[in-house]
């Protein structure tokens, strides 16, 4: 599972370089990308020459949908080299999905060792880390436990406690 825009900073063509022999390998694998609209025919040429057209779909998901696309994919995958926010890996981590990213931005803060990291700028790297996560069961598992684990660093109480905190501090 891909979530979001795919431009220059999304790391879209590496990641996809990087998955399409493990697509190739298990033809039943699917990629699915959730937002920023259709393909380009710049990514539909990438994926023509990687031989995975058919495995690649684009959907435009309603807030529901997203949570069971999370739920029911084997990984998602999240190969920005830059973020402000890592949202979606709450997200993942909220509905029991295992999730793999970029070793770069504020992912690292924000999914600990809940996270499998990998370098945004080996494709090689990135079809390692996400091979090993759809195909080892356990490995798969604890990441997921340890998702929501880290989810509890994030709750909306503590958020709110905090941002009461920076008003009250502004106010002294």
Do not use: W
């Not at 259709?38 to 994926?47: C, G, P, Q, V």
């Not at 529901?64 to 981590?93: D, K, N, R």
């Not at 295992?98 to 990291?117: L, M």
């Not at 996560?133 to 709110?160: C, N, P, W």
């Amino acid at each position: 599972l891909f979530v979001g825009e795919r431009p220059f900073y999304k790391n879209f063509p590496n990641f996809v370089k990087g998955i399409g022999p493990l697509l190739n390998e298990d033809k039943s694998l699917k990629l699915i990308c959730t937002g920023g609209g259709a393909f380009s025919a710049t990514e539909r040429e990438l994926f023509s020459s990687l031989n995975i057209n058919e495995q690649c779909l684009q959907i435009n998901a309603t807030d529901g949908q997203m949570q069971q696309l999370y739920a029911q994919a084997l990984i998602f995958v999240f190969p920005s080299f830059i973020e402000g926010f890592g949202l979606p890996l709450l997200e993942a981590f909220s509905a029991g999905c295992p999730v793999a990213a970029s070793n770069a931005s504020c992912f690292p803060e924000i999914g600990g060792d809940a996270v499998a990291y990998f370098d945004p700028h080996d494709p090689d790297n990135i079809r390692e880390i996400i091979k090993t996560i759809i195909t080892d069961t356990a490995k798969r598992a604890a990441y997921i436990t340890k998702g929501h684990e880290r989810l509890k660093l994030f709750s909306m109480e503590k958020q709110v406690e905090q941002t009461l905190e920076v008003y009250r501090k502004l106010n002294v």
